[in-house]
């Protein structure tokens, strides 16, 4: 039976992956099976739509129409919704950026954000992945993480990005061990110069299922205040998910 057009459009989505988040036209026809021509056509109709865009260099990566049609997951949806209101009053209590986070794989899957007034240089965004290793949210979730995926980071992930980043797996072993032990993770400029963060788990039954985190100029001073703020919404919004919350996929993989 000849593939129907739903079938090749479906092929060329299914050419993205952790390892092929950037494609090129070739790599995309040569993945998927299709001719370039038809990968080519196919291809303008989903940037069209919006579940795939192309960058300058003429790479596709997905777009964000994928991303919010993935938020319709009941996990996802569930999570979010349940976090809004305790990201909020944790915005207006700090006037910091507050994040909401899960695991993907080996990064971290930004859920939302709620932006601060603070001059506070900040690369995430709702739906963007960063690193487990260099940030609060991400470090949390390392430190929660199954054995395998730990050492998939510490082996293979732990990539420089600034002068104060992470990199020696020892370290970060012990760092993840204390992260375990004191309830929460920070970081000191290790994702970007001139932000540090702070973060907690979100736990439903005595699992992990997320990440709270907030980024500030300086911890100094504030950290105390602000691990305390984090803790009591992230309990806020474990008991709110009771009973019954089935955790994102994203956090579990």
């Given at each position: 039976?000849?593939?129907?057009?739903?079938?090749?459009?479906?092929?060329?989505?299914?050419?993205?992956?952790?390892?092929?988040?950037?494609?090129?036209?070739?790599?995309?026809?040569?993945?998927?099976?299709?001719?370039?021509?038809?990968?080519?056509?196919?291809?303008?109709?989903?940037?069209?739509?919006?579940?795939?865009?192309?960058?300058?260099?003429?790479?596709?990566?997905?777009?964000?129409?994928?991303?919010?049609?993935?938020?319709?997951?009941?996990?996802?949806?569930?999570?979010?919704?349940?976090?809004?209101?305790?990201?909020?009053?944790?915005?207006?209590?700090?006037?910091?950026?507050?994040?909401?986070?899960?695991?993907?794989?080996?990064?971290?899957?930004?859920?939302?954000?709620?932006?601060?007034?603070?001059s506070?240089?900040?690369?995430?965004?709702?739906?963007?992945?960063?690193?487990?290793?260099?940030?609060?949210?991400?470090k949390?979730?390392?430190?929660?993480?199954?054995?395998?995926?730990?050492?998939?980071?510490?082996?293979?992930?732990?990539?420089?990005?600034?002068?104060?980043?992470?990199?020696?797996?020892?370290r970060?072993?012990?760092?993840?061990?204390?992260?375990?032990?004191?309830?929460?993770?920070q970081?000191?400029?290790?994702?970007?110069?001139?932000?540090?963060?702070?973060?907690?788990?979100?736990?439903?039954?005595?699992?992990?299922?997320?990440?709270?985190?907030?980024?500030?100029?300086?911890?100094?001073?504030?950290?105390?205040?602000?691990?305390?703020?984090?803790?009591?919404?992230?309990?806020?919004?474990?008991?709110?998910?009771?009973?019954?919350?089935?955790?994102?996929?994203?956090?579990?993989g």
């Amino acid at each position: 039976m000849a593939a129907t057009v739903s079938s090749k459009l479906l092929s060329l989505l299914g050419t993205f992956d952790t390892s092929h988040r950037r494609q090129t036209l070739s790599g995309i026809a040569r993945r998927s099976g299709l001719p370039i021509s038809t990968a080519h056509r196919l291809l303008a109709e989903l940037v069209a739509w919006g579940a795939v865009r192309r960058l300058e260099s003429g790479e596709y990566v997905i777009g964000r129409r994928i991303w919010r049609l993935g938020l319709l997951a009941a996990g996802e949806v569930d999570l979010s919704r349940v976090a809004e209101p305790f990201l909020h009053d944790l915005h207006a209590a700090t006037r910091a950026v507050v994040h909401l986070a899960v695991r993907e794989g080996t990064e971290v899957l930004y859920l939302d954000r709620v932006s601060g007034h603070a001059s506070v240089p900040i690369v995430s965004s709702t739906g963007s992945r960063l690193p487990l290793h260099s940030t609060g949210v991400g470090k949390v979730l390392l430190a929660h993480a199954p054995a395998d995926v730990q050492e998939e980071v510490l082996q293979h992930h732990l990539t420089r990005l600034t002068a104060y980043t992470v990199t020696e797996p020892g370290r970060m072993r012990a760092q993840l061990h204390r992260i375990r032990r004191d309830g929460y993770a920070q970081t000191f400029e290790e994702m970007t110069l001139g932000a540090c963060s702070v973060a907690v788990p979100v736990e439903v039954d005595g699992q992990v299922v997320a990440a709270l985190g907030i980024v500030v100029p300086d911890l100094r001073n504030v950290r105390a205040r602000l691990v305390a703020a984090l803790q009591v919404a992230a309990r806020g919004i474990g008991r709110t998910l009771e009973p019954g919350f089935h955790p994102p996929e994203a956090g579990l993989g």
